[in-house]
């Protein structure tokens, strides 16, 4: 629950630094899952970038870096990561041609697990408008259909106008078309609205852990 509390903090605050995550500027405690499953206990910190390696140490000593590839994810306190991989997100390239970007790998922060699955990455691109490069915050819904994973990404603290969010939002029509309740409920979805509103009825669904 804290891991959801965490992203409605910045939801509130429209700060979505990445220096924000406590392990950003610190070693703090915590567990890395080795691609082989393999669990370590030590102290971990991480920018949260994909281009950043995570160090890890299990004593004062001696240190380990680790990319996201190499680690199947990592925990401190009660907030979760998982590493996800070819994700389609909504960046620089939506703004300004229409096209989403490729994030090709994240340590993804685990909101909620069930049916769907909801995550929250961080994608940085170049910001025309402002002349450097930019955090682009997205919500990674993922499913399973057919034992194969499905992911649909969705953009917030960007700013767009209302043409584009509408397109982003019907953008998820088809993910959510298993979900008749869901669609009905993002159809009415406004981008005044807040998206925790949609991840709380998205939790309401039955459980069945998506593993």
Same mark, same amino acid.
């Given at each position: ?12 605050t !429209?700060?979505?630094? +990445?220096?924000? =995550? ?5 070693? #703090? ?11 370590? &206990?030590?102290?971990? &910190? !991480? *920018?949260?970038s ?9 004593? #004062? ?17 009660? /907030?979760?990561?998982?590493? /996800?991989?070819?994700?389609? #997100? =909504?960046?620089?390239?939506? %703004? ?10 994240? *340590? ?12 929250? #990455? ?5 910001? +025309?408008?402002?002349?450097?490069? %930019? ?7 993922? $499913? ?6 499905? =992911?649909?990404?969705?953009?917030? @603290?960007?700013?767009?106008?209302? $043409?584009? =969010?509408e397109?982003?939002?019907?953008? @998820? ?9 869901? @669609?009905?409920? /993002? $159809? $009415?979805?406004?981008q ?20």
């Open positions: 629950m804290k891991s959801l509390f965490f992203v409605v903090g910045m939801f509130i !429209w700060s979505v630094r +990445a220096q924000n =995550y406590p392990f950003a500027q610190e070693f #703090v405690p915590g567990t890395i899952i080795l691609n082989d499953a393999t669990q370590k &206990k030590g102290l971990i &910190k !991480w *920018f949260p994909p281009y950043e390696k995570l160090r890890f140490k299990q004593d #004062v000593e001696q240190e380990e870096k680790f990319d996201v590839t190499d680690l199947q994810g990592f925990s401190t306190d009660s /907030l979760h990561f998982k590493t /996800l991989t070819n994700l389609e #997100v =909504y960046g620089e390239e939506f %703004t300004s041609r229409n096209r989403l970007s490729v994030l090709k790998q994240s *340590f993804a922060q685990v909101i909620y697990t069930g049916k769907i699955n909801i995550y929250y #990455v961080l994608y940085y691109g170049y910001d +025309a408008r402002r002349g450097g490069i %930019t955090t682009f915050p997205n919500i990674i819904f993922e $499913k399973t259909r057919a034992e194969r994973q499905e =992911y649909a990404a969705f953009p917030v @603290l960007t700013k767009m106008n209302e $043409k584009k =969010y397109q982003a939002k019907q953008n @998820l029509y088809p993910f959510f078309s298993d979900f008749p309740p869901i @669609l009905e409920k /993002l $159809k $009415k979805y406004h005044q609205n807040n998206i925790i509103s949609l991840v709380e009825f998205i939790k309401q669904i039955p459980d069945t852990t998506n593993e």
